[in-house]
């Protein structure tokens, strides 16, 4: 079994930053990925940014140039750093992780998510 625990939301003023983590805990061999997703009422989940083995990342569109995920090896964290907020960026925001336990089997996991309110 492998625990999330996100932290970081709240609220932010248009223009303005928050930082999320995301930190993975239990049987894990290796992160073969990291995903944060995000929903907000009415909408479909979407895909915000991942990040894969060898650091390769990828963007929806909506926040390229604005947010920024990485990772800790040695934490087992994600973090999405997200700059120059928008009222639309306002989500529940969800990591998901790719794992490998030690028994070699492949599990994805989901955080419990965490609010960002970006409001004047």
């Known amino acids: 079994q492998v625990q999330l625990v996100e932290s970081g939301g709240g609220l932010a003023q248009p223009g303005g930053s928050l930082r999320l983590s995301c930190a993975a805990s239990?049987?894990?061999?290796?992160?073969?990925?990291w995903d944060w997703y995000r929903q907000a009422p009415g909408k479909q989940r979407e895909l915000v940014a991942y990040?894969?083995?060898?650091?390769?990342?990828n963007y929806a569109d909506s926040v390229k140039g604005r947010f920024t995920i990485s990772r800790d090896n040695a934490k087992n964290t994600v973090y999405l750093q997200m700059n120059s907020l928008k009222p639309e960026d306002a989500s529940v925001y969800y990591c998901?992780?790719?794992?490998?336990?030690?028994?070699?089997?492949?599990?994805?996991?989901w955080g419990q998510g965490t609010q960002v309110t970006v409001s004047s």
């Open positions: 998901n992780v790719q794992i490998t336990d030690f028994a070699g089997r492949g599990h994805d996991y």
């Open positions: 990040i894969i083995r060898g650091g390769i990342t």
């Open positions: 239990g049987d894990i061999f290796s992160v073969d990925a």
